[in-house]
């Protein structure tokens, strides 16, 4: 389990996490969501050790990290095998094919055979409902599959939790759909998976637990239900903001 | 200590030299008829000397064609043996470096536009533009008699720069502009050779390293022998038609 | 005139070309790559403690090179070495072969050029990049060499291409360091046939031959090379 | 020797280059800078007609200029041109004085190349900067005035300015066409004093002084001009 | 009025907008839809002639342009003084200021003294909650801040029609509102409006018309209510999609 205790990270002057700790229970998705702005991004980064916070614990199953101390290289690429990171602008690798992609980290970071990681990826990219554009390159993709090359090339590292900053949000709302798709039927293999996302409808029908940051720090920490029919004002108005009702 | 270390050098001409066997010779191989590219290969009396001197000392001559700057500090950087390219021996010069016995003594010739009435002698160009390679005794002349010099690479450009009247006049050596006007149509230009009355000739001599003790010395004697045996004479004239290898 | 023009100029002239000129290019911009590549590697690393001396020498090499020169540089290496007499290791002083002085200083040169545009091309590449990279667990030094300079390299060409088409007319100054390339074997025809305008004008030509063909190798190379690549990511829309 | 230095050579140096090096390469690059965004907007006009030889014309000036040495058409122009003998209008050929000669080749020279930057630097303005203005019912001369240009040339203030050090260096070829400027000085006092290393080092030393201070205004004016531009369009998150 | 009639355009072989032929009434909002590569854009950038079709007839009132004939650039430029278009990535000039954007058009196309543009740009500055930003520049606003900057630009020009394309979908939900909420003011103002966006429950409360474009062609050309409540299984299925239920 990642579990996270009184994480703090400022950037320059900014502090953007406030004293934070939450965790993010095994084989559940957890869904983030807050205001642009709140830290979503700053936090789902440091749990890839993309951002390092100045003080707080990280811990990961049996690893602990104090972020108050430096990190050996050894930890960080331990943590980074064991999750993974799809970001909003896919990143895919303009210079290798869809299915170098998805071989890239088990051959040389995993150090698998060519042939079992190919083996491997056609079936994830068949997964993901992309097997025909395995010889094809990410100039020639749309935003949705690209993503979905993105979600296969993580998923190719066995990676105990995957993250996802807004995986959607770049997407036309046809290609977005698709995306979903895909995490949901990851979701429903119980693959652990956090993700960051504006869209409340896919939040609510994914969402294990609920994450809501604002101003760096958790205002609410729980179940879904119980964020979806919450009291607090402060959750009501977002939410009402988000599913656009002027 | 420094006393061995000095005295061991420059013993012998083989342990002054930059490459066994070889004389290695610097020069420019853009200057007839001293040295100049013909039929593909360098020729030109410094050319013919530099092998005849190679051949008293038992070596054999390596050319080195280079820029004018190059040839002086390839002698100074030890990269050069000896570089043989028309150059005038100066007390200046003779400061930094070691200079042979002549070889040739080169009167100069003035040269101005034809019809050109202000400039008849060297005097005149005070006050005037003369077009001389940098570095060369020429400028230096042309410096002395107070003209201004409007610097060219080479000796064709000065002559283009009379021609053209962005000079008044060039001052060259007696040879080079023989040769020239043997291959080539110099109706445009006036040429007056300088007087030794007014202008002693330069001594031509072969430039060296002042640690080259042994070789400076052995490379006089080679010169005196050419010049007793007639060799220098006849390579004189072969190549500028006249012996211009005394001082008369 | 005409006939000797291509019965003797000419040939000589690019005789000169394929024995100097050319190779001398070539040789040069390989080593100047390689140098190039390494300075640029070391000005953007973020090791600290003593390699901060590395990046310190790296700067102060490129900034020498960019701002003297090249001529001063040629005639300081083949020249000015001979007095750097080290006791035990070069009694002597060094002494270069002139071929050997002039791809050294042409390598050096050209790899304080090259390197400051190697070094702006891996900055280009955006941060995504290295991040998506990192977050599979590879190491810096497996990022830049799978991922960050193979695309650096092919945002590199147009520019390194110029880079190279301005040794090849560089490789004139050699003569000052004896060696009879292209440039200076049109010098001696004119010494000998007083037509400098004349045998300027052709070795213009064979260096605009070269510059030409170069151009075309460049925009081929840049088709070739950046074929799957478009401005930043591909796909989005 | 020393004292001499300090007296005589560096400062004479000093003059020349002030007197020639510096104002040849201002007034060159200032009418090169002209000419390239003459040039540049010549290759990028949409015009046909009449006006594709004007663009077929800046074509070949580029090529030309890029692909032959500085040397050579420093050459032609200067000695060139005087054979150039056309009746009533140059009956005597054109004779240029070689200050003049000098900064038209220099301002032909650079002009070729930043014309290629100032084209490059227009053609990255993204199309969105053309359609807003396009939409807002502006012609396109206005557009390249008023919104492409001046975003253009913030962009191509790096290797503008490397094209302006590149200059000053190549100032040092004036001397073939008899302008005594710095690099000339040297090798006249070379030429007495017969140590042209020692002259060399100490001119380089000149230019390497000039470079850097041109170096520092460069990433100064980067600063001021960029003030308000980072990549692309500013605010899209 | 705005008028299309039979519009055909081509981008190589790929034939875009399939004699197209629709109008777009005034001082009524028309809210274009349809899925992504339809040709909503094209047809929105031919009004502007920023694209040039084929063939048609296009009417601007007592402006007649036949696409099929070359358009002088006197024609051209009346045209773009009548329709005002605003882009998805805002398109601002990142080196003027906030102030200098608004008033560029009025000063070096309309002609208008420097003082009369400044004063009204600052009244549309003002309406679009903008007025504190005036000196600022676009690097330093928010994307939500930016469109609103191009949204007063482009009523600074006083345009018959404005033209949006996808105006919102670069920003978050929460800037997205903010810039609804200057375009349904704008709407009550009676302001002619051609909106392509892929927001269902803004364009259910803005529009007067719904256009819906698919593969080039109009499939749905009339009344909002109407559109909502199709019995069409392709409108059906689009909107739901749209509307996120897997
Ligand atoms: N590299 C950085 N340097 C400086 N400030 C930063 C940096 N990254 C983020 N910030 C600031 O930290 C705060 C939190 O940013 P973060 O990206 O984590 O927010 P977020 O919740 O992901 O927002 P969004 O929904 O817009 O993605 C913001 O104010 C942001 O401006
Ligand atoms: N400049 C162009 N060159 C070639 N094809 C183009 C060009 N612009 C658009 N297209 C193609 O024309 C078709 C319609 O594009 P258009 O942008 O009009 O669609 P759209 O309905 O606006 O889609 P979206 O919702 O994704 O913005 C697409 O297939 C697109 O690939
Ligand atoms: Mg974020
Ligand atoms: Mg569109």
Avoid at chain 1, 30 to 36: A, D, K, M, Q, R
Avoid at chain 1, 209 to 226: H, Q, S, V, W
Avoid at chain 2, 56 to 64: E, Q, R, S
Avoid at chain 3, 52 to 63: E, L, P, R
Wanted: proline content about 4%.
């Amino acid at each position: 389990m990642l579990k996270l205790s009184h994480v703090n990270k400022t950037f320059g002057e900014t502090p953007v996490l406030k004293d934070l700790s939450t965790e993010f229970p095994e084989q559940q998705t957890t869904v983030v969501l807050g205001p642009s702005g709140s830290g979503k991004s700053t936090m789902l980064r440091s749990l890839n050790l993309l951002e390092r916070p100045e003080s707080g614990i990280y811990d990961c199953d049996d690893l602990q990290i104090d972020f108050a101390k430096p990190i050996t290289s050894k930890t960080t690429l331990e943590v980074r095998q064991r999750t993974e990171m799809v970001f909003q602008s896919f990143n895919l690798f303009p210079h290798f094919s869809v299915l170098q992609n998805v071989i890239e980290g088990p051959v040389h970071v995993l150090h698998q055979s060519k042939d079992a990681a190919t083996k491997e990826a056609l079936t994830l990219l068949d997964s993901v409902g992309l097997l025909d554009k395995a010889d094809a390159y990410p100039v020639e993709l749309s935003g949705g599959q690209s993503q979905r090359v993105a979600i296969a090339r993580s998923l190719a590292m066995h990676p105990q939790y995957i993250l996802l900053d807004e995986p959607t949000s770049a997407l036309d709302p046809e290609l977005e759909l698709e995306v979903l798709k895909v995490l949901l039927a990851i979701h429903d293999q119980n693959q652990s998976m956090i993700i960051v996302t504006h869209n409340m409808a896919f939040a609510q029908r994914v969402a294990n637990k609920i994450l809501f940051i604002e101003n760096g720090d958790a205002l609410y920490d729980g179940p879904t239900d119980g964020f979806f029919h919450s009291t607090n004002d402060r959750i009501k108005s977002f939410i009402d903001s988000m599913t656009f009702s002027i | 200590g420094s006393s061995s270390s000095s005295s061991s050098k420059g013993d012998t001409v083989d342990s002054e030299l930059v490459s066994k066997g070889k004389l290695t010779v610097g020069l420019e191989g853009t200057y007839a008829p001293y040295s100049y590219r013909a039929n593909g290969k360098l020729t030109g009396f410094e050319v013919d000397l530099s092998k005849a001197i190679a051949k008293k000392l038992g070596l054999t001559a390596d050319f080195k064609p280079t820029k004018w700057d190059s040839l002086i500090q390839g002698v100074g950087s030890g990269r050069f043996d000896i570089s043989l390219n028309n150059i005038t021996e100066t007390p200046e010069r003779a400061k930094a470096y070691s200079f042979s016995t002549p070889y040739v003594y080169s009167r100069y010739v003035l040269i101005t536009k034809k019809g050109n009435k202000d400039i008849t002698k060297i005097a005149d160009i005070k006050g005037k533009k003369t077009a001389d390679a940098t570095g060369s005794d020429n400028e230096a002349l042309a410096k002395k008699f107070g003209a201004t010099v409007v610097p060219s690479q080479e000796f064709t450009t000065s002559l283009q720069l009379v021609k053209d009247g962005r000079a008044d006049a060039t001052i060259n050596a007696v040879s080079a502009w023989s040769t020239y006007a043997k291959t080539e149509d110099t109706s445009a230009w006036t040429a007056t050779e300088i007087p030794s009355s007014d202008v002693p000739a330069a001594k031509i001599a072969a430039l060296l390293n002042k640690k080259s003790t042994a070789l400076t010395k052995a490379v006089n004697k080679a010169i005196k022998e050419l010049r007793e045996d007639g060799t220098l004479t006849k390579l004189s004239k072969q190549y500028f038609n006249a012996d211009i290898t005394e001082d008369k | 005139m005409v006939q000797q023009i291509f019965n003797e100029y000419l040939p000589n002239m690019i005789k000169a070309g394929l024995q100097y000129t050319i190779p001398i290019a070539v040789v040069s911009f390989i080593l100047g790559l390689i140098l190039a590549l390494l300075v640029a590697l070391a000005r953007i690393s973020q090791l600290g403690g003593a390699f901060k001396i590395v990046k310190g020498i790296s700067s102060f090499y490129v900034w020498l090179f960019r701002s003297t020169p090249l001529l001063v540089q040629l005639f300081i290496v083949y020249f000015g070495l001979p007095y750097l007499k080290i006791a035990g290791i070069f009694p002597d002083g060094i002494k270069l072969d002139p071929v050997v002085a002039g791809i050294i200083t042409f390598s050096l040169n050209t790899g304080a050029y090259c390197s400051e545009t190697i070094r702006a091309a891996i900055l280009s590449i955006p941060t995504g990049q290295w991040e998506a990279a990192f977050a599979i667990g590879m190491k810096r030094s497996l990022v830049l060499r799978r991922i960050i300079l193979p695309q650096a390299l092919r945002t590199a060409v147009p520019p390194l291409s110029n880079s190279f088409i301005g040794l090849v007319k560089d490789t004139s100054l050699a003569a000052s360091i004896t060696l009879v390339e292209m440039f200076q074997v049109s010098q001696q025809y004119a010494g000998e046939n007083y037509q400098p305008l004349m045998m300027y004008s052709l070795v213009a030509l064979l260096y605009a031959v070269i510059c030409t063909i170069l151009t075309w190798l460049q925009s081929y190379l840049e088709k070739v090379t950046s074929k799957h690549i478009t401005a930043g990511e591909g796909g989005a829309n």
